[in-house]
């Protein structure tokens, strides 16, 4: 597969190289010629491609092929702005068939052809993409105040606010396009049922994604997805949301502050989140934003807000939850076809949220926990299990003060700025190191004494 440097995007998808052998011999000639094929089988995203090299200057063509620009008489030696497709060597007709150009786009080729004294080119030819074929496009610009369903084949394009206060029931395969003001809230009434599967997953991103269905904002290469191309899903209100298979992509534009992909506020807690994800999600300014799944004290009880089998990957931090959540392990922090790619800063951020006799189970080692205060504690359970780590960040505002901690002697209670225990959390490089007193420390409520250990690290007391 070839990548082009003119943002044609060009993959070689076969090899139709035939050879027409001439029926009279060529005459005897020093001069290497190429001529160059008109363009044939042009669709929105192909086209073959080639020439005809009728004399060989007396020496082996080694090399033949086109090189294609979105200026006039391409060459070979302008990798900047034009590229070359090989299509084989020695005399004879030449063509191939290539695939992934853009929509909509004048493309200028020629042939050319090498040997050992030279390099030669065909006449400059024009052709032209035809429109994307892309998909359906559906503008939504009215609330949901009725059960709705949106179907599958379709692009949904979303450029304001959409409130839901009904059923939207949203089928495999559908693809919803937000713009920069575009989001969806859902209030008291509403619910949402996104069932994908995971051959035909539902599709949250931005309208400059032309990875699905197609260039549906019509600039052609114009434009491409960034972080933060759109607002967020805020769930505010309803029960029983479902969200399986879904991917949130490109989300993030500032919304009072808050950079996410999903955001989950008072009445919104009950939910299933089931093999989806979230990625490329806009990076944030400080240690209350840039969350892809914002959720603090609202996600606490994981009977109600059922999170299960979700990954993230390259976004500033992946989540924020109740420090009363267990979230499960099955959730992943790293692109499964690509981990090296991770979260800027790769952790679960926990709001201190003591809760009511509530047993919490903490066992996530793919990722640290960094608490987000100090957690007091006096009724219930924590149990950190084995090779867990958990930070805080500096100052004496951050510790525990629990009643019954079970401390895995594996386990690690550390500064945020503490890189060797979970890696480099606060997504500084080596700019700070650990040092004793950076957090306040772990007292415990019932025996009222500071609790200390060799997996206790850098704290104040």
Known sequence: MKKLNVLLAISLIGFAFSCTPNEEPLPVSNVLTVTTTTPTGITDVQVTLGGDVTNDGGSV????????????????????????????????????TFTGFPAST???????????????????????????????????????????TWTTGNVYVIAGTITVTSVLTIEPGVIIKLSSAGNIDVNNGGKI???????????????????????????????????????????????????????????????????????????????????????HTANGTNFTSGFAFYAGSYMSNPSISIFTN????????????????????????SNPANPS??????????????????????????????????LQKSTGSITIGAGVVMKFPT?????????????????????????AHGGDTNGDGSATAPANNDWYGYWNWTNSVWIHGANILYAAN
């Open 193 to 279: 049922l996104a069932n994908g599967t995971s051959t035909n997953r539902v599709v949250f991103t931005s309208i400059a994604d032309d990875t699905y269905c197609g260039d549906t904002n019509g600039d052609g290469t114009a434009t491409t997805p960034q972080k933060g191309d759109w607002l967020n899903l805020y769930l505010n209100g309803g029960t029983g949301h479902i969200f399986n298979y879904c991917d949130f992509l490109y989300a993030g534009t500032n919304d009072g502050g808050y950079r996410a992909a999903v955001i989950v506020s008072v009445a919104g807690s009950s939910f299933t989140f089931d093999n989806c994800s979230f990625a």
């Open 310 to 333: 979700n990954v993230f990957y390259d976004n500033y931090y992946p989540i924020y939850l109740s420090a009363t959540y267990s979230i499960n392990p099955n959730n992943s922090y």
């Open 341 to 374: 790619q991770k979260n800027a800063r790769n952790c679960i951020w926990m709001y201190p949220d003591a809760g009511n006799n509530i047993a919490v189970t903490i066992d996530e080692t793919e990722v640290p926990y960094v608490m987000d205060g100090y």
């Open 61 to 96: 063509v080694t090399d033949r092929g086109v090189c294609i620009s979105l200026t006039v008489n391409p060459t070979v030696d302008d990798p900047t702005n034009d590229d070359v497709l090989q299509i084989g060597t020695g005399n004879g007709v030449f063509s191939d």
């Open 106 to 148: 004048t493309i200028h080729v020629r042939a050319y052809a090498k040997n050992s004294t030279e390099t030669v080119y065909g006449e400059d030819k024009v052709f032209t993409t035809l429109a994307s074929a892309g998909c359906p496009i559906i503008n939504v610009t009215g609330n949901i105040t009725s059960p709705t």
């Open 395 to 419: 100052g004496n505002t951050y510790g525990l003060n629990v009643g019954s901690l079970s401390l895995n002697p594996s386990a690690f209670l550390t500064s945020i700025k503490d890189d």
